[in-house]
Nanobody, 126 residues
Framework: QVQLVESGGGLVQAGGSLRISCVAS????????MAWFRQAPGKEREFVAA???????YFTDSLKGRFTISRDNAKATVFLHMNSLGPEDTAVYYC????????????????????WGQGTQVTVSS
């Protein structure tokens, strides 16, 4: 079992930056993928980025250049650094853990992730 707890969300003005974090506990071996998804009101949960235990990264194309993902295996923590935020980034951001093989089509799919955090709200005001 893995428990995931996100933190760092909040209200930020358009153009600002924010870093959110996710701490994993339980089975926290470093041979698994951690990812961020987000869900805006009335929309489906969508993939943001994933990072493997060896720091291999996969990003959704639309967010490359504005968001970065990093990981501290010693602290079982994954970070999402968000820059140049706009109102379209307003969403609940969820951390997820995946223990399967690294396959691009799998790591961006909600149903492939076995463990989820409770989410952290990010609100960007215009």
């Amino acid at each position: 079992q893995v428990q995931l707890v996100e933190s760092g969300g909040g209200l930020v003005q358009a153009g600002g930056s924010l870093r959110i974090s996710c701490v994993a506990s339980g089975h926290t071996g470093d041979i698994y993928t951690m990812a961020w998804f987000r869900q805006a009101p009335g929309k489906e949960r969508e993939f943001v980025a994933a990072i493997s235990g060896t720091a291999r990264i996969y990003f959704t194309d639309s967010l490359k250049g504005r968001f970065t993902i990093s990981r501290d295996n010693a602290k079982a923590t994954v970070f999402l650094h968000m820059n140049s935020l706009g109102p379209e980034d307003t969403a609940v951001y969820y951390c997820a853990a995946y223990f399967g093989p690294w396959v691009d089509s799998s790591i961006r799919t909600v149903q492939e992730y076995q463990y989820w955090g409770q989410g952290t709200q990010v609100t960007v005001s215009s």
